[in-house]
């Protein structure tokens, strides 16, 4: 196993979790044993093909056409071989599966094209935009679910990986045991930006966790709407498709919106847009669509609060 | 010197090519349609390949790799490797092999070859509308939201569906009621055995996806909530029809290939072959157990463990079948009388890297492994050695051994080989870098990747050019001989089925008199 590993262990990320190397020896097992079967089948052809090369035409070939001991062995060795990889597998994905009873938990949402992480404490919400923040050495577990189409959440240095669903609660689990940084993936086909929803877990030690998470508490009660609408702009993901810099994206950017006059493609224009303008091209979206640009916003009808459309409101109203 | 009558001369026009009921025709029609849609799958791969050059944009936007990155595995799924090997030589060869004039129902044959027709120009049209994005998969709720032409391509998929279970009806009911007097099942040459092990999945497994295809169009067009979450539906719920279809038909995709190495290597090591009776019921034991095993698509998508674990073991078993394929096709090399002739050139490459695509497919079945390498570049490359490592090599070996008898002319030895080595090692050039970085964690269908894996993905770019080159040169190659060539003997390679007997090109109606077989097939000495 041990030279397995020299040999192949360029071939997997580093472990950053306890779990990890369950994984690894798996891989390097089934690894070493294709690699003997495809060395032993190469010299094999080759041999075949260059010590019975046709010598003149007509020669006389062998006449062996079968032999019930060798097809009985080549039946047998490679069931028996096969379903043990596969029993193993099963043993080894039982423990990653199922994470222990005092695992911290952390609530995660995937969505076109972010990650948003909820903790709690004291009753209070705390969320970051993908920036999965962890202590070390503590099992946690992420309650994950999607609010649009198909995500998947891997890390691959901790040997993770789990599809988020909407209408499904879906975790996964893992004991970081290295501090630092590591990269997320979206591992499941997810649309435009699918390549770009990724996310950062930064592993950190105990108490400078638990002072991050307590001055985001704090900071969360103090601000005001609009500084609060800048991080939803972030949160809710409008970040994707609308700029602040006044350059048009998917959607139109949102600098000095307010004010200005809409035509849209279809209908009457609006002369001076708005509060109520911007909460109902939040809500309904696709009633106006704005001249130039595709109805591709969905609506967020039951993913924002009033209170949260208002904060993103004054946020619009902000930027000139 | 008279041109004698054959399929070819037989009748002359457009009109007797397009409204032909003979098998042979029916056959080229297939290979001119087949290997079209191959260069257009080809170079949406070569293009995609080419935008991961670099690990920023370089010529396309998200939404155009998404959508090139989509037609190029419909595509080569639905119209190039599914019908490739039954559609274009099953129906050349099949009659041919079987001692019969025809296959049971020519009219059938016909119309199968005007459904494909038909949704490829629906594809077509779905790439006019603006293109699809939603991967060859279509999983919801995605493909629910994604742009008007994923109908379109849907619909599309729904009709070449029933081209496939045409084309497999028709092989089984010629295989049972059209052989030669004489030639029992176990006398029956065993890519006839591929082809029907095939077939069974084709009509039991392709109706199935017709349905999930139909309700997920009823799903777009009328909200029924089946497949969408938002509405009371369950998205998981589709990967399990899809899959319930889609892992079978990897099989019907790669046992007419599997039948062709047995043809291929036995006529080439002039060796009768190694556990007939073996490698014919594997055929059938694959098709079976392959019904079985779809879960090996969902360990992290929520499945229940005990299913997946099920699944698991299902799915290793698969690969017991396709290994006493392997151990038989080399023990039948052994004490032969071998010449590496273009199709067993390609035989060797298929079974090579049909070897590697097989025990990559164990990281896959293994729940634990599955969880790191799941949806990555591994994944990728082990489709692709088993598909193009196996399906295409296979019907490349095909193409060329039969070649002269659909032609009448040898193809261009030289340059057959040449295109055989070319294909072999650009093949392992794009995939090996892949099998790394899959495990490194690279995920699939991504348009940006992270620099750290940007020597693996230039590679693999450099090797997709060489096995494109390797292509084409064995296309121009196999189609260059319709022209020129010398004039092909009737047996060129010393085979020994019953096709061989005919003089080539076969006449119309394929033998002056049905022959009578009295002995197995590939005796030699
Ligand atoms: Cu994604
Ligand atoms: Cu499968």
């Known amino acids: ?320 | 010197m008279e041109v004698e009558s054959n399929y070819l001369n037989h009748e002359k026009g457009l009109k007797s090519w397009l409204c032909s009921v003979d098998h042979k025709r029916i056959g080229i029609l297939y290979f001119i349609a087949v290997m079209t849609f191959f260069l257009v799958g080809g170079l949406f791969g070569l293009l995609v390949r080419l935008e991961l050059l670099t690990p920023t944009r370089l010529f396309m936007s998200s939404d155009l790799y998404n959508k090139a990155m989509t037609l190029h595995g419909s595509v080569m799924i639905f119209m190039v490797i599914i019908p490739g090997i039954p559609a274009v030589l099953g129906n050349f060869v099949l009659p041919l092999m079987i001692g019969a004039k025809d296959v049971a129902f020519p009219r059938l044959n016909l119309l199968s070859w005007y459904f494909l027709m038909f949704g490829a120009t629906l594809a077509v049209l779905a790439i006019v509308l603006g293109g699809v994005d939603t991967g060859w998969t279509f999983y919801t709720p995605y493909s629910i939201r994604s742009m008007e032409a994923v109908t379109v391509i849907l619909f599309g998929a729904f009709i070449m569906g029933f081209s496939s279970i045409l084309t497999g009806l028709n092989f089984i009911v010629t295989i049972h009621q059209l052989r030669a007097p004489g030639m029992t099942m176990m006398h029956m040459p065993l890519f006839g055995w591929a082809l029907y092990a095939a077939a069974i999945i084709q009509i039991i497994a392709t109706p199935v996806l017709a349905i999930t295809l139909l309700l997920l169009i009823a799903e777009r067009l009328f909200g029924v909530g089946i497949f969408d979450a938002s509405i009371g539906g369950d998205p998981i719920l589709f990967q399990h029809f899809f899959w319930f279809y889609s892992h079978p038909a990897v099989y019907i995709m790669i046992l007419p290939a599997m039948g062709i190495i047995s043809e291929v290597v036995s006529t080439f090591s002039r060796k009768t072959i190694f556990g007939y009776k073996a490698i014919a019921f594997s055929s059938v034991a694959i098709s079976a157990i392959s019904f079985f095993v779809w879960g090996h698509h969902l360990f992290v998508s929520g499945q229940s463990e005990l299913a997946g674990a099920i699944f698991s073991i299902l799915t290793v078993l698969v690969g017991v079948p396709t290994a006493i394929k392997l151990f038989n096709w080399v023990a039948t090399m052994y004490q032969g009388s071998i010449k590496l002739d273009t199709p067993m050139l390609y035989a060797i490459a298929f079974i090579g890297l049909f070897l590697i695509g097989g025990l990559t497919g164990l990281f896959l079945a293994s729940m634990a492994t599955d969880v790191q390498l799941h949806d990555t570049y591994f994944v990728v490359a082990h489709f692709h050695y088993t598909m193009v490592g196996g399906v295409v090599m296979g019907m490349f070996s095909g193409m060329f051994y039969w070649m002269p008898k659909i032609t009448g002319k040898m193809y261009n030895e030289l340059w057959g080989r040449v295109s055989a080595v070319l294909a072999f090692l650009g093949f392992n050039v794009t995939f090996i870098p892949q099998f790394i970085m899959g495990s490194q964690g690279m995920p699939r269908r991504y348009h940006l990747y992270d620099p750290k894996f940007h020597a693996y993905h230039l590679t693999s770019t450099i090797g997709s050019w060489i096995l494109g080159l390797g292509i084409v040169i064995a296309m121009i190659v196999l189609i260059k001989s319709f022209k020129k060539g010398s004039v092909a003997p009737v047996n060129p390679w010393g085979g020994t089925t019953l096709e061989w007997t005919t003089p080539s090109p076969p006449p119309h109606d394929n033998f002056a008199q049905i022959p009578t077989v009295t002995s197995r097939p590939y005796e030699y000495n």
């Open chain 1, 1 to 320: 196993m041990d030279i397995l590993e020299k040999l192949f262990s360029f071939m997997l990320p580093e472990q950053a979790t306890g779990t990890a190397s369950i994984i690894d020896q798996i891989f390097y097992a089934i690894i070493g044993l294709s690699a003997l079967v495809t060395i032993l089948f190469f010299l094999v052809v080759v041999w075949f093909v260059i010590r019975y090369r046709r010598r003149r035409e007509g020669e006389k070939t062998g006449t062996i056409t079968e032999s019930h001991k060798l097809e009985i062995v080549w039946t047998v060795i490679p069931t028996i071989v096969f379903v043990a990889i596969a029993l193993w597998g099963w043993s080894a994905y039982r423990t990653l599966e199922h994470p222990p009873a005092d695992a911290y938990p952390i609530r995660v949402v995937g969505k076109q094209w972010a990650w948003v992480f909820s903790y709690t404490l004291d009753g209070k919400e705390i969320q970051t935009l993908g920036q999965l923040n962890v202590p070390i050495n503590r099992p946690i577990v992420l309650e994950m679910t999607s609010l649009d189409v198909l995500h998947s959440f891997s890390v691959p240095a901790f040997r993770v990986k789990k599809d988020v669903v909407p209408g499904l609660k879906t975790q996964v689990w893992f004991t970081s045991n290295k501090l630092g940084s590591f990269q997320t993936y979206c591992t499941e086909f997810c649309g435009t930006a699918h390549s770009k929803m990724l996310a950062t877990v930064n592993v950190m030690p105990e108490q400078q966790f638990e002072r991050w998470l307590r001055d985001e508490a704090a900071a969360s009660t103090t601000a005001s709407p609009s500084v609060l609408g800048a991080r939803l702009y972030e949160f809710k993901g409008c970040k994707s498709c609308h700029t602040l810099t006044g350059v048009d994206d998917v959607g139109p950017s949102f600098k000095g919106l307010v004010g200005k006059r809409r035509e849209f493609e279809e209908g009457a224009p609006v002369e001076a847009a708005d509060e109520n303008y911007i909460r109902r091209s939040i809500l309904d979206p696709k009633s106006q669509i704005v001249k130039g640009f595709k109805p591709k916003m969905n609506s967020f009808v039951g993913q924002m609060t009033d209170e949260e459309i208002h904060q993103i409101t004054q946020f619009i109203k902000s930027l000139h």
